[in-house]
T-cell receptor
Framework: NAGVTQTPKFQVLKTGQSMTLQCAQD?????MYWYRQDPGMGLRLIYY???????DKGEVPNGYNVSRLNKREFSLRLESAAPSQTSVYFC??????????FGSGTRLTVV | GENVEQHPSTLSVQEGDSAVIKCTYS??????FPWYKQELGKRPQLIID?????GEKKDQRIAVTLNKTAKHFSLHITETQPEDSAVYFC????????????FGKGTHLIIQP
């Protein structure tokens, strides 16, 4: 039972490049989330998927797109990376009423 | 949307003493309040949570209290140990949490030997 798996763990992009962060969970959770964590800012919600087939914007969605591919997988895409998107990205999943389970994170640097 | 304020940003206590971290939230519709512990370079780990129909919850050395009228909740750690050193985040959510959590900015807890 791996929980929430994120790939890659580290990535360096040049400004303007695109990439997709992958997230998969094996706990049969209904809801999945993408957060970014910046120093001194806590975690901020980018997008979420309350159930398979639905996605919604969170607090900081600009510059990102998401796809809920199936119940297990929820990907985050940066179409044209900017230095302001340098951050640590965490995927999480949950089925109410239980708590959230986080992945180990992707450390992204945009130069 | 929801706004969560967390204080203090840094807390240093002697080993064996108690630590208290406080959070306030803005949206009275919030009904789920978890606390996370994050060690350097690691993922956030849920340590305790409370729902709005409960005023207090305890798990060994950790307790959380909730005051819905005042819209604040607190984390209490007793008999602190070196392994309690970490960053702690409070969070709040509506709808039982399906629509995502709003986090505070974190408290860096330092346990002095």
């Amino acid at each position: 039972n791996a929980g929430v798996t994120q790939t890659p763990k580290f990535q360096v992009l040049k400004t303007g490049q695109s990439m997709t962060l992958q997230c998969a969970q094996d706990m049969n959770h209904n809801s999945m989330y993408w957060y970014r964590q910046d120093p001194g800012m806590g975690l901020r919600l980018i997008y979420y998927s309350a159930s398979e087939g639905t996605t919604d914007k969170g607090e900081v969605p600009n510059g990102y797109n998401v796809s809920r591919l199936n119940k297990r997988e929820f990907s985050l895409r940066l179409e044209s990376a900017a230095p302001s998107q340098t951050s640590v990205y965490f995927c999480a999943s949950r089925t109410a009423p239980y708590g959230y389970t986080f992945g180990s994170g992707t450390r992204l640097t945009v130069v | 949307g929801e706004n969560v304020e967390q204080h203090p940003s840094t807390l240093s206590v002697q080993e064996g003493d108690s630590a208290v971290i406080k959070c306030t939230y803005s949206d009275s519709a919030s009904n789920y309040f978890p606390w996370y512990k994050q060690e350097l370079g690691k993922r956030p780990q849920l340590i305790i949570d409370i729902r709005s129909n409960v005023g207090e919850k305890k798990d060994q050395r950790i307790a959380v209290t909730l005051n819905k009228t005042a819209k604040h909740f607190s984390l209490h750690i007793t008999e602190t140990q070196p392994e309690d050193s970490a960053v702690y985040f409070c969070a709040a959510s509506m709808g039982g949490g399906a629509d995502g959590l709003t986090f505070g900015k974190g408290t860096h807890l330092i346990i002095q030997p």
